[in-house]
């Protein structure tokens, strides 16, 4: 990454202050426009129909393109909510949401979230539209929102506290493919062997190395649940952290510390990390349960 890209990202930890709420999503009015709700109504009901005959109960676009706080980038995060108590069907469906694209004409990323229930965190959540209903639940207010010297003046602090965590999974992640690399060097040194003794202790360390890489997944796993964790604490319990330095933090979930060192992870790629080790685990386990 160059030091550009490196500013570029410290600098926004949350996205910038406008003096406008985006034209490509809201008419006049600051209603959506109906090009925009058709294309995310349908583009999701046309995925669903491979899942299930159940139409979504709730359709809510959250997030920073409802507010004055974003970038010609930035995601449309459409959370919404389905009558479905099938744990697998609906991590299944999770795991194959219809996102990856823009919206056309625009550089906007629309992002579907699923669940089969109304999310506590959503009521200290910024402003909610409801696509379905196309109102909204709560409205955007430029006096509700973070001023921007409060992003400003927090992002170095945020970035100091976010190095724990930063660290920790730098570390764990490492751990992760140096045990791969050893356990792909152990497998491609096992049919070189002879010996019945030497094969027999060859398989144990790949065992060994598997059970390693499984355990580190786990941590993986633990690390992105803490961050989860920690941001939850600000938008469903009211608990955000609390720091000695002396800079302007509001009472709003998304001005949070917790919230903005999450930001911050998740800015810098974290995230897709994590879940990309995350999705080896069921692979070793596999080969574990054959050894």
């Known amino acids: 990454m160059d030091i550009n890209s490196f500013l570029k990202i410290n600098e926004n930890i949350l996205d910038p202050f406008v003096e406008d709420m985006s034209q490509e999503l809201w008419d006049k009015n600051l209603k959506l426009k109906s090009s925009v709700r058709i294309h995310?109504?349908?583009?999701?009901?046309?995925w669903l129909k491979g899942y299930t005959d159940k139409k979504p109960q709730r359709i809510l676009l959250m997030g920073s393109m409802t507010g004055f706080q974003y970038t010609e980038t930035?995601?449309?995060d459409i959370n919404f909510v389905i009558n479905e108590h099938d744990d697998e069907k609906l991590e299944a469906m999770r795991k194959s949401l219809p996102n990856n694209h823009t919206l056309p004409g625009s550089n906007h990323p629309i992002n579907y979230?699923?669940?089969?229930?109304?999310?506590?965190?959503?009521?200290?959540?910024?402003?909610?539209?409801?696509?379905?209903?196309d109102k909204w639940v709560k409205k955007p207010s430029k006096e509700n929102q973070v001023k921007e010297t409060t992003i400003i003046g927090?992002?170095?602090?945020?970035?100091?506290?976010?190095?724990?965590?930063?660290a920790g999974l730098d570390s764990i992640m490492t751990e992760f493919h140096a045990d791969v690399a050893a356990y792909k060097a152990y497998e491609s040194y096992l049919p070189t062997l002879k010996k019945p003794e030497d094969?027999?202790?060859v398989r144990e360390l790949i065992k060994f190395k598997i059970n390693e890489i499984v355990s580190d997944i786990d941590g993986v796993r633990l690390g992105k649940h803490l961050l989860h964790s920690l941001r939850q604490e600000a938008f469903v319990e009211d608990k955000s952290f609390k720091i000695s330095t002396q800079i302007i933090i509001t009472d709003s979930a998304n001005a949070s510390i917790n919230n903005m060192i999450y930001k911050?992870?998740?800015k810098l790629g974290y995230f897709e990390k994590l879940q990309k080790i995350m999705d080896e685990k069921?692979?070793?386990?596999?080969l574990l349960n054959q050894k």
């Open 264 to 266: 911050f992870v998740e």
């Open 154 to 166: 927090s992002y170095r602090v945020v970035i100091e506290l976010a190095r724990v965590f930063l």
């Open 282 to 286: 069921e692979k070793y386990l596999a």
């Open 113 to 133: 979230f699923v669940r089969n229930d109304i999310a506590e965190e959503w009521k200290n959540s910024g402003p909610i539209y409801d696509v379905i209903k």
């Open 74 to 76: 930035s995601d449309i």
């Open 199 to 201: 094969i027999d202790v």
């Open 40 to 46: 995310i109504i349908k583009k999701l009901e046309t």
